[in-house]
């Protein structure tokens, strides 16, 4: 989107595809290792989480924490090959990855603190290309990925809701219920209006609209589909949303190369 509104050249654009391909990577990375350090007396009382590496001992805590600080500081590599914007606004993002998992014992939202983390390159990517922080696009970008990281991580909750309950593990799967699927879709609808917002602010073409319509359809159905109840539904489901992106991903770039080439 930010490549879009100011016609980033290809090859500013595909520079800083690559960064954030690799830095989102290696920090999702330290954000599991931060978590699996932080939960690994409450994942082995979860039969999906219990043969994790630390709280099955293969892996020892001072092992993982040095990984966690290699991890961090190739991560610190890749933000300083971004201009220079990059690095306060990914700095401003580290109180959240940290204390993500703390957010379980006392919340029943720690969906809120994670959706807040994975909806981070939102603003970055405008830095990124040496564009400006636009918020009316930026905004309702963060906005939607926000309200998707809700919709994915709370089925995800689904899944060891049983579990959960007897760690004393809080999540909006155990907030909601079953009021789950009506939520979601409202959340689901909350996020087709933000992300066509931003669609429109940045001015794109025919292309994103039909990827929002092939993406969002897709996502409602799945919402239909998924059975809260059954663990491989739910886990088949949040994995399919990396579908969803990819679908979402594409309207936009075609977009992006018809303007690059002066098509559109």
Same mark, same amino acid.
């Given at each position: 989107?930010? =490549?879009?509104?100011?016609?980033? %050249? *290809? ?7 690559? +960064?954030?391909?690799? !830095?989102? &990577? ?92 994975? =909806?981070?390159?939102?603003?970055? %990517? *405008? ?7 636009? +918020?009316?696009?930026? !905004?309702? &970008? ?123």
């Amino acid at each position: 989107m930010a =490549s879009y509104s100011i016609n980033a %050249g *290809f090859g500013t654009f595909s520079s800083a595809i690559a +960064l954030f391909s690799i !830095g989102a &990577l290696i920090m999702r990375g330290a954000g599991c290792t931060i978590n699996d350090i932080l939960d690994r007396k409450l994942d082995n009382q979860v039969a999906r989480t219990m043969e994790r590496p630390i709280t099955s001992g293969r892996v020892s805590v001072p092992q993982a924490s040095a990984w966690c600080v290699a991890q961090c500081l190739a991560g610190l590599v890749v933000l300083l090959s971004l201009p220079f914007e990059c690095f306060y606004l990914g700095a401003l993002s580290l109180p959240f990855v940290a204390t993500y998992p703390l957010f379980k014992r006392f919340t029943y939202y720690p969906q809120v603190m994670i959706s807040i983390c994975f =909806s981070w390159g939102c603003l970055l %990517g *405008f830095p990124a290309v040496h564009a400006p922080v636009d +918020l009316l696009i930026a !905004g309702p &970008l963060f906005v939607s990925n926000f309200l998707w990281s809700m919709i994915y991580d709370t089925i995800y909750a689904h899944q060891d809701k049983t579990f959960d309950i007897k760690a004393g593990i809080k999540s909006t799967a155990l907030a909601w219920g079953d009021k789950t699927k009506p939520i979601l879709y409202g959340l689901g609808t909350a996020q087709v209006a933000a992300f066509t917002t931003a669609g429109f602010m940045s001015g794109f073409g025919p292309f994103f609209y039909l990827g929002a319509a092939w993406g969002f359809s897709r996502l409602f159905s799945q919402i239909r589909k998924v059975n809260l109840d059954e663990p491989k539904s739910c886990w088949n489901t949040f994995i399919g949303n990396i579908r969803t992106g990819q679908i979402l991903w594409l309207g936009m770039l075609i977009d992006y190369i018809l303007k690059v080439f002066g098509l559109l």
